[in-house]
């Protein structure tokens, strides 16, 4: 499997200004054919570079809020209750864990009441804390300038390299570090399938 060339970082660059660009605009600013371009958004998908188109709405344009960031400080055994309950809170709008044990969660509320917000969507009682900042300006940008690609092997955890395999089984694509690991996954899917 091939990294990711300058070609493939300035067809992401391309797409994340704008995710509907026709293929034919991009393969003109990559200098490839549509069909080219194509492949190399078949691949990238395949790799799960691309998880999906999507749209970016300026809800400071919608009345969807005030943006805040809530830092949440948990108690340790529910991190993953509390991420899971805002996970698909409408009012989020992004959520990061850091190092440390907090979830930070980005969200446009109506009432900037971080208290009330919690109450409504997780239990309480298992926050240890809770940091509110308001923000003025809210925006985000992918830098792709040195990215690569760090796909890790579906069998042993490795990192797999230029020499590693692709191969979709059942309509999935799983990536293994060499031949050995690929057989080895391959010979278990099968088991567990002939016991399904």
């Avoid at 907090?102 to 969200?107: E, F, G, M």
């Avoid at 979709?168 to 690991?181: A, K």
């Amino acid at each position: 499997m091939r990294g990711l060339d300058e070609t493939d970082r300035t067809i992401l660059d391309l797409l994340l200004s704008d995710g509907r660009r026709p293929f034919s605009d991009i393969a003109d600013a990559v200098d490839l054919s549509g069909p080219a371009v194509s492949d190399r958004i078949d691949r990238l998908r395949e790799m799960g570079v691309i998880q999906r188109f999507t749209i970016d709405v300026d809800r400071s344009i919608l009345d969807a809020g005030t943006p805040v960031q809530i830092r949440i400080s948990p108690d340790p055994t529910a991190m993953e209750t509390v991420a899971s309950d805002l996970a698909d809170v409408s009012a989020v709008d992004h959520r990061y864990r850091t190092a440390d044990g907090d979830l930070i969660v980005v969200a446009y509320l109506q009432e900037i009441d971080a208290w009330a917000f919690l109450d409504a969507h997780t239990d309480r009682s298992v926050i240890d804390g809770v940091e509110v900042s308001v923000l003025t300006d809210v925006d985000s940008t992918v830098a792709l300038d040195d990215a690569t690609l760090d796909i890790s092997c579906v069998e042993c955890s490795n990192s797999v390299t230029s020499e590693g395999e692709r191969r979709r089984i059942d309509g999935r694509v799983y990536h293994f570090c060499c031949p050995n690991c690929e057989a080895a996954f391959v010979e278990r899917y099968d088991r567990l399938q002939e016991g399904v």
